[in-house]
């Protein structure tokens, strides 16, 4: 547990936590690559709680707040038409941002009961529960805001630690699932207990593995994601999804202490950046020797002790926590300060590598579940493997050039935050890795296009080669061969009908032997080979292979 000033427990004058969980769409329609899946959501039903959130960037001016324009000169431009799109420019119309966002705003609070017997249950205030919807992208990102004032640090510790998982990967001796809150729940403002988390149920967990052979979720989340339900399950609806990461939900915290941060112990900064949980000071988790160096971001933070401490900046990839002082104005003031860059401008440079990586490993899971389906020996399965292989092209290049960023700000602390995102992540070389797949998979299809192309072709020249001795017979004896001129009309067709029936069959014949006879020439033209073994190809081809045994 974190200590200040020898025994005292250190608390939090503000604790806020976001979390976020990328999950993957199904396609709603099998003919269309562009799913707009946040329409099923505009429909007014009683049993969908979600509401499009209005764009905050108002085209009123005096709605324009100074927070506003901040955290849109953050980004570089073309993140700004990402994230904001194009407002009204001469001669052109306004174009909306690719983000559809929906919340649902019947959760007011979650009551958190820890295993611990000695942590009290606690409630915490939900600022937002939103649906992030990307145009073009099979995705949606669940992010979930919560907030308290006066929170121990263990408090915060153990809430970052177990609130965020979906499902539990193991059950402790008593039945509780492992890493997980004893019980999760939602509650309205008057206090009604919406739905209960089940995470002690090991029976239907293991039995939707058993039958599904993919996890379920646990009974809170799955309430908080309807009217969406689960790609695999019996449940009926159109909006279905699947899991694509980890059951552990990427979190961000933000940790405003009563007093001087840097009286923390290094052991407490690790568990915070690390997102274990709570334990005693000075006592490390595991060992970290490069922690400094590799997980903490510190141009802000130190100083002299008679100064303010400024604040440290920490990120692993699946956590980003920001730690400061919460008598410090700059750091922690209700709607402004530091506290509104963590909500939106850190928000948006956590959010936009972990959708690089969800999208990423949509399209990896997609490109072999079209490699699942092909079966090489049924010409309809190869031609649709062959036409989702061209889409899925289709849609990493746009996904390249709507979404793909290597910089997202200028700014020398937004550039650096996000670069060690992207850097645990292992976004570049996820993207590297599925633009190799998609580029051999498409490569191949051309050589094997070029392959049938060539066969088509020799089989071709075959018939032309073979259909140029009976040419040149005609040609040579003309048309008028036999004396047709004394038959009458009905004769005439009757013999054009028989010639035309031998020529076509002989077309045919001809190319279904087109392969032997192209070996044939090939070695009638060798004229190291001798006339017995050119005229044992010859009948080498009219005689009919043995079936394997």
């Given at each position: 547990m974190g200590k200040v000033d020898g025994d005292t427990q250190c608390t939090l004058r503000h604790f806020r936590q976001i979390l976020l969980w990328p999950l993957q769409l199904m396609p709603l329609r099998e003919?269309?690559?562009?799913?707009?899946?946040?329409?099923?959501?505009?429909?007014?039903?009683?049993?969908?709680?979600?509401?499009?959130?209005?764009?905050?960037?108002t085209d009123d001016p005096s709605g324009f707040q100074p927070r506003h324009y901040s955290e849109f000169v953050t980004f570089l431009p073309h993140v700004q038409r990402f994230l904001y799109g194009e407002g009204k420019a001469r001669g052109a119309n306004p174009a909306e941002s690719p983000i559809r966002v929906f919340r649902r705003n019947d959760i007011a609070r979650v009551r958190c009961t820890y295993p611990d017997p000695a942590m009290a249950a606690r409630e915490f205030d939900i600022a937002h529960v939103d649906l992030y919807f990307f145009y073009d992208l099979d995705l949606v990102v669940l992010t979930v805001e919560l907030h308290g004032s006066d929170v121990p640090l263990a408090c915060a510790q153990e809430t970052m630690f177990r609130l965020g998982r979906a499902y539990p990967i193991y059950w402790e001796a008593n039945g509780d699932g492992g890493h997980c809150l004893k019980r999760t729940e939602w509650l309205r403002a008057d206090g009604t207990v919406l739905a209960t988390s089940d995470y002690e149920g090991q029976a239907r967990f293991l039995a939707h593995v058993s039958q599904y052979r993919a996890p379920t979720l646990a009974a809170h989340w799955d309430f908080l994601l309807r009217p969406m339900v689960q790609h695999h399950s019996n449940d009926k609806g159109l909006l279905r999804y699947r899991q694509l990461e980890y059951h552990r939900m990427?979190?961000?915290?933000?940790?405003?202490?009563?007093?001087?941060?840097?009286?923390?112990?290094?052991?407490?900064?690790?568990?915070?950046?690390?997102?274990?949980?709570?334990?005693?000071?000075?006592?490390?988790?595991?060992?970290?020797?490069?922690?400094?160096?590799r997980y903490c971001y510190d141009r802000f933070w130190g100083g002299p002790p008679d100064k303010p401490?400024?604040?440290?900046?920490?990120?692993?990839?699946?956590?980003?926590?920001?730690?400061?002082?919460?008598?410090?104005?700059?750091?922690?003031?209700?709607?402004?300060?530091?506290?509104?860059?963590?909500?939106?401008?850190?928000?948006?440079?956590?959010?936009?590598?972990?959708?690089?990586?969800?999208?990423?490993?949509?399209?990896?899971?997609?490109?072999?579940?079209?490699?699942?389906?092909?079966?090489?020996?049924?010409?309809?399965?190869?031609?649709?493997?062959?036409?989702?292989?061209?889409?899925?092209?289709?849609?990493?290049?746009?996904?390249?050039?709507?979404?793909?960023?290597?910089?997202?700000?200028?700014?020398?602390?937004a550039k650096d935050l996000y670069r060690m995102s992207k850097g645990f992540l292992g976004t570049e070389e996820l993207y590297d890795e599925v633009r190799?797949?998609?580029?051999?998979?498409?490569?191949?299809?051309?050589?094997?296009?070029?392959?049938?192309?060539?066969?088509?072709?020799?089989?071709?020249?075959?018939?032309?080669?073979?259909?140029?001795?009976?040419?040149?017979?005609?040609?040579?004896?003309?048309?008028?061969?036999?004396?047709?001129?004394?038959?009458?009309?009905?004769?005439?067709?009757?013999?054009?009908?028989?010639?035309?029936?031998?020529?076509?069959?002989?077309?045919?014949?001809?190319?279904?032997?087109?392969?032997?006879?192209?070996?044939f020439l090939d070695l009638l033209s060798d004229e190291r080979e001798n006339v017995r073994q050119k005229v044992g190809a010859f009948f080498k081809v009219w005689r009919r292979k043995k079936p394997p045994a």
């Open positions: 003919d269309s690559q562009i799913q707009n899946h946040w329409e099923i959501l505009e429909q007014d039903v009683p049993d969908n709680p979600w509401r499009e959130v209005d764009d905050e960037f990427p979190v961000m915290g933000y940790l405003a202490c009563e007093d001087d941060p840097r009286q923390l112990h290094r052991s407490d900064f690790v568990r915070l950046a690390l997102v274990t949980p709570p334990g005693e000071a000075g006592t490390m988790p595991f060992s970290v020797d490069d922690f400094e160096a401490p400024g604040a440290r900046y920490m990120n692993c990839g699946e956590a980003f926590m920001l730690v400061g002082s919460g008598r410090q104005a700059y750091f922690y003031t209700p709607g402004g300060g530091l506290l509104e860059q963590f909500r939106h401008q850190y928000f948006l440079l956590f959010l936009i590598p972990h959708l690089h990586k969800a999208a990423l490993l949509m399209m990896a899971d997609r490109l072999g579940y079209a490699l699942k389906r092909m079966q090489i020996d049924q010409p309809d399965s190869v031609k649709r493997f062959k036409r989702e292989i061209r889409q899925m092209r289709e849609i990493f290049l746009r996904f390249t050039h709507r979404y793909w960023f290597h910089h997202v700000s200028d700014q020398i602390q190799e797949r998609i580029e051999d998979m498409a490569e191949y299809l051309e050589s094997d296009s070029l392959r049938r192309q060539a066969n088509t072709v020799v089989r071709l020249t075959v018939v032309t080669a073979f259909g140029l001795i009976g040419t040149t017979v005609t040609g040579y004896f003309g048309m008028n061969i036999l004396g047709l001129d004394q038959l009458g009309t009905p004769a005439r067709i009757l013999y054009f009908s028989l010639v035309l029936i031998a020529v076509t069959w002989l077309t045919f014949y001809t190319v279904m032997k087109s392969k032997g006879l192209s070996d």
